[in-house]
């Protein structure tokens, strides 16, 4: 059970030794992970397909609440294992995204 103090690293961590308790490496290279998150993304997506504004507002509290933390978490899980076989910074990445987009979209 992890709680909101739960890391980047350790979260790489425990899908890195998940991955390879498995020897699931191989199939983790970067084109089947890239897939794989926009693989992902659309069963996320497919969660609203056919909800109004109101009911997309309502989910968590909804019957597809676990669902939607699952599919959100597999989006994850792949991104972090993208990072993890890359040896991709998430913090600096993001950091680092963050910082250009203040420059191209400035505050008003
Ligand atoms: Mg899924």
Redesign the pocket.
Known sequence: MSDQSTNIQQLKDKISNFVKERNWEEFHNPKNLSMSISI?AS?LMEIFQWLDIKESWDIMTSSEAEHLM??LA?VIIYCLSLANQLNIDISTAIEDKVRKNSVKYPAP
């Open positions: 992902e069963e699952e599919e597999d």
